[in-house]
């Protein structure tokens, strides 16, 4: 059906790909391309052989005339961004000067400031509309499926939904004391950052892991899970009808944070560069380096995830709660594909986005949130792809 270019070639890039060729009616044709080739290389030597054709290239994502050139040389139906979310502008100005269409997993945010907002995404809504291509912003699991969980349970369960909790369980463990599921960078400057929710229209701020609530989850048990500012909760709260409140929680161990709290005492997750032996270091990329490849962890990791949404709101004049998840067990995933479930859930929608696009099922000029999109063909695709979803009509609720 169509041709993807895929850049990035970490975590989930892998497993995006991996699911691209376990679904070839509609990609016919994929292009991995990333900073370091021979990754995009060996993917290739793993999957190659199928239906799904491969090729490989060298980009460096942070420039737009080199993407501009890859782009026109591979002529794709869309690009899927699976690089750092400091590479989605670049992207998206490549795919503007190309009119192709464009997937992403993650917001945009500069180097030098820890902040999440789609504003930087937003601004070229009229761009994208102007050139008749669609850019689908977040289509991971959260953001992402979690999107699609809202959108279908607007369509389906309510007439209006007045709050959502957002709730991310990793209960995996990898044996290490200390490491990130995907890229610590990226993972550590989230987590590090003030807490923060929305009520009545406005965003409450809160301390880093100020607000600690336990839940017992489907198939995992009793968790500590603490409140994170997230970005779907910026769009969710316009896109869907009657919302008064919407929050997002997500579980550490007590491992993990006294580990994170001594590291950000000593300095080590400053994203301010130092010098150092008469160079500048920034120190949060330093720990990157000395950490676990999250590559690594796949073949360590046991126990499982549930990432899912609980809504309440009414319908039909009454009130009605509903919580839709899904649990996915890290051994299964790395047996499948290779990685662990942190990688695989937002690999495989991912994957679901850009066919969407490809097959024309979405298909909407601009630049738009995942909830913005009919969720019924994507909620059957995660069923089809390893992402099957549960719901209950009588969940525990968070306070
Ligand atoms: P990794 O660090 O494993 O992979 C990132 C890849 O991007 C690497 O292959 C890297 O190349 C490549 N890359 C980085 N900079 C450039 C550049 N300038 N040009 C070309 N390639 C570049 O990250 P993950 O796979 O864990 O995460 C990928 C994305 O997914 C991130 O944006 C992350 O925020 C997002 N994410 C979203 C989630 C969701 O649920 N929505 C959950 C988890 C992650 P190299 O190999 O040379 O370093």
Redesign the pocket.
């Known amino acids: 059906m169509g041709k993807a270019l895929i ?7 892998s497993v995006c790909i991996h699911k691209c060729c376990q679904n070839p009616d509609v990609f016919e044709e994929i292009c991995i391309a ?3 080739k021979s ?1 995009c290389d060996a993917l290739k030597e793993k999957l190659d052989g199928g239906k799904t054709k491969i090729s490989t290239a060298q ?4 420039n737009v005339d080199e993407l501009i050139a890859l782009i026109n040389s591979f002529k794709p139906d869309v690009v899927i961004n ?4 400091y ?1 989605d502008l670049t992207i998206m100005d490549a795919c503007l000067a190309t009119r192709v269409n464009y997937v992403d ?2 917001n945009y945010e500069p180097l030098d400031t820890a902040k999440f907002e789609y504003k930087w995404q937003w601004a070229y809504r009229e761009r994208f509309e102007q050139a008749g291509i669609t850019a689908l912003l ?1 289509s ?5 499926v979690t999107g699609v969980f809202s959108a279908y349970a607007m369509k389906h369960e309510f007439d209006e939904i007045n709050y959502i909790d957002i709730l991310d369980c990793n209960a995996g463990d990898h044996g290490y004391p200390f490491a990130t599921n ?2 610590p960078e ?1 993972n550590i400057r989230e987590v590090s950052a003030k807490g923060s929710y929305i009520e009545d229209g406005k965003w409450v701020e809160t301390e880093p892991m100020e607000i600690k609530r336990v839940y017992n989850f489907p198939e995992i048990g009793e968790k500590d899970m603490y409140l994170l500012h997230h970005e779907e909760l910026e769009s969710l709260a316009l896109n869907i009808k009657g919302i008064k409140r919407i929050r997002f929680f997500m579980t550490f161990g007590q491992s993990y944070l006294t580990h994170l709290k001594c590291l950000e005492n000593v300095g080590m997750t400053s994203i301010e560069p130092i010098d150092f032996e008469g160079k500048k270091i920034v120190p949060l990329q330093f720990l990157k380096a000395v950490l676990p490849d ?2 690594s962890l796949g073949p360590r990791t046991k126990g499982k995830t549930n990432i899912g949404c609980i809504f309440i709101g009414k319908k039909d004049g009454k009130d009605k709660t509903y919580y839709l998840y899904n649990v996915c067990d890290h051994e299964e995933c790395y047996k499948e594909v290779g990685s662990q479930a ?2 695989y ?2 690999g495989v929608p991912a994957m679901i986005g850009a066919a969407m696009l490809l097959t024309g099922k979405w298909n909407k000029p601009g630049v738009h949130n995942i909830e913005e999109f009919d969720p019924d063909p994507f909620m059957e695709d995660l069923n089809k792809f390893g992402l099957p979803w549960k719901e209950s009509y009588d969940p525990e609720l968070v306070d």
């Open positions: 850049i990035g070639a970490g975590g989930v890039a990333s900073r370091t990754k980009v460096n994502a942070d699976l690089a750092l979310p590479q997993t993650a977040g991971g699991f959260d953001p992402g995907f890229n990226i999250p590559a942190v990688s859930t937002t």
